[in-house]
Each structure stands twice: as C-alpha cells, then as structure tokens.
C-alpha cells in the first residue's frame, strides 16, 4: 500500500528547520506484514528529541529513515502467528522490540534485549526485514516503529495492547516519555515514600518522572530547567522547589536550601552540562540516574573519589528499566485515577505537515509535547 511518511535523508541541516526543511513527507511503498508483524494505522505520534537527535547527527542512524516513535494507533492487520491482537485494538508503541531469548529478556530487562538493540541500530524490524521502500531503495525503520506515518508495519513485539477509553494523542505519550521518566522513579531508582528528589530538564520525559516522584511520595519533588513557563508547569504539578538552571549560583541554592543534596536526581536532557548539575546536587549516599541520550563522543568526568568517599551511585535508565506488558498498563491505570496527570505533558496538536516547525520549537525547548494527529 501507498502512504504518506516523513523521511529524513540527510542528518545535520541547520536550524531553522522550517527553512532547511531536513524532513520530506514522501509517498513511499508499505509491504503487508510478514510472520511475527502487524499493520497499524497510527492515530497519534510525539515528537521527542530522540528524534531531533536523529536528525541533528548527535545519534547516527542509517538513512534515508522514517522517523517517528512514541505513538499509538489501531491494528490494521495481523501477519501469520499474530493470534494475541486482532483488526480494530488499540496498541501504544514500544522503541525496544524485546525478543524474549536473549540474556537480558531473560533477567526480565527486556529494554536491553540484544536483538531489539541490533536491530534498532541497523534499521530494521526484529526480523531483520524492512517493510518501507520507493521504487528504486529500501527506507529505514526508526527503532522498529518509523511513526510519523499514516500507516506502518511493526514486529508483534514493538505493540502493547490497551483499553479503548482513552484518547490516542494520550496514549501515545505512555509509548516513550512516560516509561522513561516514571519507569526511571519507579524502577530503576525505586524510591522510597519520603525521598527528596530532583529531576534536571523538563521536556516530556523530565516531567513524567516529576509526576512519578510525586505518585510514588517524594517528600521533596526539585524541578530545574532553563524555561520559566515549564518551572511554573513543575510547580503546577506538585514541585515543591523550582531552579532555572540559568542562575550560576543555582547548585549552590539547591544545596542550600535542601541540606546538602538530593536522595535521588534525575538528569533527562542528554546534555553534559546538565549532568553536571545533576552530580553536583545529590547528597552523599545519594543516586544520580540520567534517562539521556548525548552524541556518543560526550564524556562526563566528575571527582572519583566521591564515588567512594561519599558512597555515590551513578545510574543509566533506558526506557525506563521498564517491562512494558507490565508497566504500560498501570502507569495508564495510574492516570486514569488521577495520579500521573499525563495530559498535562501535551503541549499542541501539529499536522503531519508541519513536522519542520514542530522540531524547531522543540530544539529550542519552547513547547511541551508536540503531537501530530493524523
């Protein structure tokens, strides 16, 4: 079948977007699902800066590629073996196919599946095939899901199945910011009721482990960002402290006016600067975690000895430490109770066209989460 998909062919055009025009909607070539894969119509899609660092360079991927990840949609099809999902159920996304062999899917980690890595790297499915193609090249799939699309093919894997009560432009926020940033408070650092945290950059992520530390009874929930407008959010939301980032004397003030630090910091930016920040604010015996994905030549130093001296643990968290047939299901029961407040996180609606000036404002840090509704 013929659809409508937005193409990245080459990484690195220069900002404005809106100008350079890096991402194409072309109309390319979607074969039917093979054994182990589903059709979906995508419904809703987030732009994220997983994609931005796609298309700036910061995170190499082969092109030409349909970008897109963090979405939901409805089963179009089913390709032999499917007999979990049926034409008509509503799935959200996942960016890491798991395939349930490797040694880390069988720890139950299934974030770090090898396959699902390999895979994502090449530009495939987790079979290994591509489904996207124009007449004279194969396109590559963006982490198994390639969204920004109106329609794609993915490995059964890369689905979870969920009620049909809420809105897509919701759902799809579950597929990536909110495994990420809740999964980060919830699994990986599993916080206790009444640790101080602090979570440094608020994009979608940074707030969705802002509203994690506060559902799960953060005492001290700090918020630290360069825009004011997401400071004020932060706050809206239950923080108890605000920082912009900006202030050079902002560590210091944190320190100050915490005691010292924080239990557990969450740096979710990607960038060195940030932290640096994060690092600088957590008290000794503390936990620093980042969610973030810089350039693969940034390093981050900080003074060894403290990592001993001070008993310090330093975390990564991908995707969430998440198990997504398990997490994405109650982190949706936990938002329709009212305590992950997710909607507050979408930001605008964009049409598929616009894709160019919605990556511009969010490179610039100037909007919550975009969606597109197609």
Do not use: W
Not at 1 to 20: C, D, F, H, N, Q
Not at 355 to 363: P, R, V
Request: proline content about 5%; some cysteine.
């Amino acid at each position: 079948m013929k659809i409508k998909s937005a193409v990245l062919r080459e990484s690195g055009a220069p900002t404005p977007y809106a100008e350079s025009r890096p991402i194409k909607i072309e109309t390319l070539e979607l074969d039917s699902p093979q054994r182990g894969e589903v059709l979906v119509q995508i419904k809703a899609a987030s732009l994220c800066h997983s994609d931005l660092s796609v298309m700036d360079g910061s995170r190499p991927r082969s092109l030409p590629m349909a970008l897109g990840h963090e979405a939901a949609g409805i089963v179009a099809k089913v390709g032999e073996g499917v007999t979990d999902l049926a034409e008509g159920d509503h799935v959200v996304c996942v960016f890491v196919p798991s395939c349930g062999q490797c040694i880390p899917c069988q720890e139950g980690r299934p974030a770090l599946c090898e396959s699902g890595a390999e895979s994502n790297t090449a530009g495939t499915l987790l079979s290994g095939g591509r489904r996207l193609h124009t007449e004279t090249e194969n396109v590559n799939h963006h982490v198994g899901v390639s969204a920004f699309s109106e329609y794609t093919v993915v490995s059964r894997h890369s689905l979870i199945k969920v009620e049909k009560d809420i809105p897509f432009e919701k759902l799809a926020l579950f597929g990536c910011a909110v495994i990420t940033g809740v999964g980060a408070v919830i699994n990986t650092a599993n916080i206790k009721l009444g640790s101080t945290v602090a979570v440094v950059g608020l994009g979608g992520v940074g707030l969705s482990a802002l509203i994690g530390a506060i559902a799960a009874g953060a005492s001290k929930v700090v918020a630290i960002d360069i825009n004011d407008s997401k400071l004020q959010l932060a706050k809206e939301l239950g923080a108890t402290h605000t920082f912009n980032s900006k202030d050079p004397d902002a560590v210091h003030s944190i320190r100050e006016q915490t005691s010292g630090g924080l239990d557990y910091v969450f740096e979710t930016a990607g960038a060195v600067s940030a932290m640096e920040v994060a690092y600088q604010i957590t008290k000794r015996g503390g936990t620093t975690i980042t969610t973030g994905l810089p350039h693969p030549e940034h390093h981050f130093s900080f003074p060894y000895l403290t990592l001993t001296a001070e008993e310090r643990t330093l975390k990564g968290s991908y995707v969430g430490s998440c198990v997504p047939n398990r997490d994405i299901p109650r982190f949706i029961d936990l938002f329709k109770q009212g305590r992950l407040p997710v909607d507050r996180l979408h930001g605008e609606t964009i049409s598929l066209e616009d894709i160019n000036e919605g990556f511009d404002k969010l490179a610039k840090g100037e909007s919550l989460r975009i969606i597109i509704k197609m």
